[in-house]
């Protein structure tokens, strides 16, 4: 690796400025689990590291009314023991515990999860599907963005030069209302998701009031399968629906072949994924939900 020099700010507006002064020669590090590899290969070449360690305020899962709040230095296993969670998001701590090893989740961020954009991230499909956003800050004033438009290419996302991810706000999921998350992957510890799923069921009575299917590790960003979610609304459930629903969602996915799997395979990983989490999402859901 080439030298760098580490700068260790102790508030968000100092870390903002360090980061618009150094521009494209600086980048955020928090947990370290994606940028230290990144430097090592030589897949980034930078000459400043901007670290979040002193800040305050940043490693909290705080409840303010109905969401919960998870700063952006959380760690993955903090978020995957975390019982705030559990009680509204199994599905978040399911996606935080199935990631790599527990030294690495000891060490990862759910910031840095999200903010690396990388396609198989575990965390974002499971914050899609419950609709979550995101805290930015520049230091002198902060916006909110819904994940859904946080991501537009791998390794891509709207954060600007001088902004830091600085919080995960997750709403009330609601009553009748169950999200599952699940996976393939090749192998044991720290394995990356070969395609992956998080659906989101609503139940009203004997129908599904709405439905959502967040697709992962299947495109260049998490993406919702948008014609397999609107097939959900207003119907009976059924094994037949799911199964057509599932077939939608494998359609809608945009795979690409690589060394963990093909694009056919990735497809039909998809298909059984989905009519799992159907299942599971429906019975939980009539069972009283998240």
């Given at each position: 690796m080439r030298d760098f020099i580490i700068h260790e700010p102790d508030n968000i507006g100092g870390a903002c400025s360090l980061?618009?002064?150094?521009?494209?020669?600086?980048?955020?590090?928090?947990g370290g689990t994606d940028l230290l590899v990144d430097l090592k290969q030589h897949n980034i070449e930078i000459s400043h590291l901007v670290s979040l360690a002193k800040i305050g305020g940043l490693k909290s899962i705080t409840t303010i009314g109905d969401e919960i709040r998870i700063g952006a230095l959380v760690s993955l296993n903090e978020v995957a023991e975390s019982l705030t969670v559990k009680k509204r998001l199994r599905a978040l701590c399911k996606a935080a515990a199935s990631m790599a090893s527990k030294q690495i989740?000891?060490?990862?961020?759910?910031?840095?999860?999200?903010?690396?954009?990388?396609?198989?991230?575990?965390?974002?499909?499971a914050l899609l599907a419950a609709g979550a956003h995101v805290i930015i800050t520049s230091g002198e004033s902060e916006r909110k963005v819904p994940m859904s438009n946080f991501f537009y290419g791998p390794r891509k996302t709207v954060l600007a030069v001088g902004e830091i991810l600085t919080q995960v706000v997750i709403p009330s999921i609601?009553?009748?209302?169950?999200?599952?998350?699940?996976?393939?992957?090749?192998?044991?510890?720290?394995?990356?998701?070969?395609?992956?799923?998080?659906?989101r069921i609503t139940v009203a009575g004997n129908l599904i009031k709405e439905g959502r299917i967040v697709?992962?590790?299947?495109?260049?960003?998490?993406?919702?399968?948008?014609?397999?979610?609107?097939?959900?609304?207003g119907q009976i459930p059924s094994h037949n629906l799911f199964f057509?629903?599932?077939?939608?969602?494998?359609?809608?996915?945009?795979?690409?072949?690589?060394?963990?799997?093909s694009r056919e395979y990735r497809k039909e990983l998809i298909q059984v994924l989905t009519k799992q989490s159907l299942d599971e999402a429906f019975k939980r859901a009539t069972g009283g939900g998240d």
């Open positions: 980061l618009l002064e150094f521009g494209t020669q600086a980048r955020i590090i928090a989740r000891n060490q990862g961020t759910i910031g840095g999860n999200i903010a690396s954009a990388v396609p198989s991230a575990d965390l974002p499909p609601g009553k009748k209302t169950a999200i599952i998350y699940k996976k393939f992957k090749l192998r044991g510890a720290n394995a990356l998701a070969v395609a992956s799923v998080a659906t697709l992962g590790a299947v495109a260049p960003v998490p993406m919702i399968a948008e014609l397999a979610s609107e097939m959900l609304a057509r629903v599932a077939e939608a969602a494998a359609a809608e996915a945009k795979p690409i072949s690589d060394i963990r799997g």
